[in-house]
């Protein structure tokens, strides 16, 4: 669908409208050089070359910044992912004060939040890559399920409910899905440029 231009006047002083596209195309070519710069309707190939470069970088900054990640709360590390007590521990252990915020590792969308078995509460988020982190036995939980979430923004308080031995939080990493595998959660945040605190 080509849609009507308007140049100047045609019969009876009503506009003249351009049907055609090249019509259209050859009528712009004769812009008025003296007409003030923002009533121009072309830029030059210079011009346009520097837009494209900052769309590129920009672009390929949204991109880098997707894959960032954060830790998810600053505390010390107490257990780490593998076998503990004669079973398998599938997540990581940061001992924390009470009350400590604690983060969206990455940016994605709460699944779940509120009561979970083991965890007293829990928080379930969805990455892009389709993975879930999890976050267990904290004390108050600051998102719902349907929030979006970006890395670092926070999301509930360290607590010591359900399961647990004292005020920490447990984070593990379901890859592909809620029900899927467990990851190595140290893994994972490495992968994101994350390092474990020493």
């Given at each position: ?121 829990a928080v379930y988020i969805q990455h892009d890559n389709g993975d ?67």
């Amino acid at each position: 669908m080509v849609a009507n231009l308007t140049l100047g006047a045609g019969a009876g002083g009503r506009p003249a409208q351009v049907q055609d596209v090249s019509a259209a195309a050859g009528a712009l070519a004769h812009v008025d050089e003296e007409a003030p710069a923002d009533a121009r309707v072309q830029i030059s190939e210079s011009e346009a070359a520097a837009r494209l470069q900052a769309v590129a970088a920009s672009r390929a900054a949204r991109a880098e910044a997707a894959n960032q990640a954060v830790l998810p709360v600053q505390g010390r590390l107490t257990s780490g992912y593998g076998p503990r007590w004669g079973t398998r521990h599938y997540g990581l252990d940061f001992a924390a004060p009470m009350l400590t915020q604690e983060v969206a590792a990455a940016d994605g969308v709460v699944l779940r939040a509120g009561p979970a078995s083991g965890f007293g509460l829990a928080v379930y988020i969805q990455h892009d890559n389709g993975d879930v982190t999890v976050y267990g036995h904290m004390d108050s939980i600051q998102v719902q399920a349907g929030d979006v979430v970006e890395a670092g923004d926070p999301i509930a308080l360290v607590g010591n409910r359900g399961q647990s031995t004292g005020p920490h939080l447990h984070f593990e990493v379901h890859e592909g899905g809620m029900n899927g595998p467990r990851l190595d959660p140290a893994s994972w945040l490495a992968e994101r440029g994350v390092d474990l605190p020493a």
